[in-house]
């Protein structure tokens, strides 16, 4: 028998309340392991598409499944366990008032406590580098290091994926490429949503285009990047100079 | 860091007084202001004993008198209510280096400055001596709204953000060439402060998505034990402990 992937999405479709239909039926799976790009223009629907994989926002058609386990209103805990979010703003992410009680938050919530809690909250800082900021205030961190701290919330809640929302928004190079360095090296699947597309050419295998609420494309990344006709359809652009080939 | 103008108050250390658990520090400051305010304003010498007890606790916490005296300034206020009594006040007057003064007043102004004074020494040597988030996690300890303890806890996290983007919309004002001079400037400052409104309520609401994805059901988990073992309790009961007594003795002479 062979595991169910990470990520199964359906037919998925949904309108928001003010009757904008932001998802059309959108259809993908990522097999355990994978790092998957989700590119797409700004308004394709990828935030909305990201609120359904743990169930903040609930299909109006369609489903979502986490290793097997779909996504619904009895089944959010185990969801929310199973699948980290991190949200494009760490000062969203980051809400407590020390990183150690940042990173304990979602374990402590799923009810671990003491001595585990220690390890897991020293072992996610130690995967993204920043057990030395350990009894920090997050405010007190660079915008790259509250980046990593977001990542390490999510990681000690050990998730089946990694959803990771515009992840090189706002970082300089530097920390870009630590960022970078810090994803590639972990052991869990990993979906990230981005228009940057050379950090997609970087970190993932595949990659997946997002366009007008429906997958416009599925394929390696590099032949996907390499198709200049389909990146202009879905307003898409590497930056002046790169060349994917 | 420069960042954190709300951590000012607080002189990290590692003294007995800091090491107590905040909820221990937190019930002593309570009970010793009771006692305060429970003591008739013409027994002088018991405020001047709650004064001692108060610089035997700065001692023992190693804060410097300096440091005291320049976070009592929140006192000011007071300051200058109190001393504006005596003027104002009614009924028997006595006259005081030319000054007319009202004698009912003067007993006012004095009442008012002494309790005030031990209380805001007491807060701030609570503050000095205790991390914020601390404060708010004793206050938790001690049951108090868990409500208004997550409220509490969120502006000491975002009062940062929200006044860094305050600047930046002062900036973006004052680059287009606005400088705030009179009234007929109100209405955009007005407008930024309702901009302002709007994108920190946007960010709670994202905050609680993002708190929700990380398994929140309504309470904060609890992740650090603050439990408190009966020696610190008894630690921190001195200092209330000793006014009491200072109040009970007193009640027996006077
Ligand atoms: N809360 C909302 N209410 C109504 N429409 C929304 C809301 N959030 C997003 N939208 C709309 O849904 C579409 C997809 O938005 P979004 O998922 O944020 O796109 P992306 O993250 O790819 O930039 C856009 O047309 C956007 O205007
Ligand atoms: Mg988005």
């Known amino acids: 028998m062979t595991a169910p992937p990470s990520l199964e999405v359906s037919r998925l479709a949904y309108a928001y309340p003010d009757g904008t239909q932001a998802l059309f039926g959108v259809d993908f799976r990522v097999e355990r392991g994978e790092r998957v790009a989700l590119l797409g223009p700004n308004g394709a629907g990828k935030t909305t598409l990201v609120m359904h994989l743990n169930g903040i926002l609930t299909a109006g058609h369609g489903t979502v499944a986490v290793a097997g386990l779909p996504v619904g209103k009895g089944s959010l805990k185990e969801i929310r366990r199973r699948v980290g979010l991190v949200f494009q703003d760490p000062d969203d992410q980051l809400f407590m008032p020390s990183v150690r009680e940042d990173v304990a938050f979602g374990p402590a919530n799923l009810g671990v406590t003491g001595e585990e809690l220690e390890r897991r909250v020293k072992d996610a800082l130690e995967r993204v580098g920043m057990l030395e900021t350990i009894d920090r205030p997050p405010h007190h961190l660079s915008f790259g290091q509250r980046r990593r701290v977001a990542v390490a919330t999510v990681l000690a809640m050990e998730p089946e994926i990694l959803v990771l929302d515009e992840p090189s928004s706002n970082l300089d190079p530097a920390s870009r490429r630590e960022l970078a360095e810090i994803l590639r090296g972990l052991d869990v699947t990993v979906l990230m949503v981005t228009h940057d597309l050379p950090y997609a050419l970087e970190l993932c295998e595949r990659s997946l285009i997002l366009s007008g609420g429906v997958i416009a494309a599925d394929g390696p990344t590099r032949k996907i990047l390499a198709d200049a006709d389909l990146l202009a359809d879905h307003r898409l652009e590497l930056p002046y100079g790169f060349a994917a080939s | ?254």
């Open chain 2, 1 to 254: 860091m420069g960042a954190g103008h709300h951590h000012r108050l607080h002189r990290p250390g590692d003294t007995l007084v800091h090491r107590l658990p905040p909820q221990c520090k937190l019930a002593a400051v309570a009970g010793f202001a009771l006692v305060v305010v429970a003591t008739p304003r013409e027994w002088f010498w018991a405020f001047g004993l709650y004064a001692v007890l108060l610089a035997a606790v700065a001692v023992a916490a190693r804060v410097p008198a300096g440091f005291l005296l320049r976070r009592m300034v929140v006192e000011v206020p007071f300051v200058v209510f109190a001393l504006a009594i005596p003027f104002i006040g009614i009924g028997e007057r006595v006259t005081f280096m030319g000054l007319s003064l009202s004698v009912a007043g003067l007993w006012a102004a004095w009442n008012i400055l002494a309790k005030a004074t031990l209380g805001v020494v007491a807060s701030v040597l609570l503050a000095a001596t205790t991390e914020p988030r601390l404060i708010l996690l004793g206050a938790q300890r001690l049951r108090l709204p868990p409500m208004l303890v997550q409220i509490a806890m969120f502006m000491l996290r975002y009062l940062d953000v929200i006044l860094e983007e305050m600047r930046r919309m002062r900036v973006a004002r004052e680059s287009r060439g606005f400088v705030a001079r009179d009234v007929r400037h109100i209405p955009v400052i007005a407008r930024s402060a309702g901009a302002l409104f709007i994108r920190s309520y946007e960010r709670g609401e994202r905050v609680h998505l993002a708190m929700l994805s990380r398994g929140y059901t309504g309470s904060m988990p609890v992740i650090q034990d603050l439990s408190a073992a009966s020696r610190q309790w008894l630690v921190a009961g001195m200092l209330p402990g000793a006014a009491l007594a200072v109040l009970l003795g007193s009640w027996g002479v006077a």
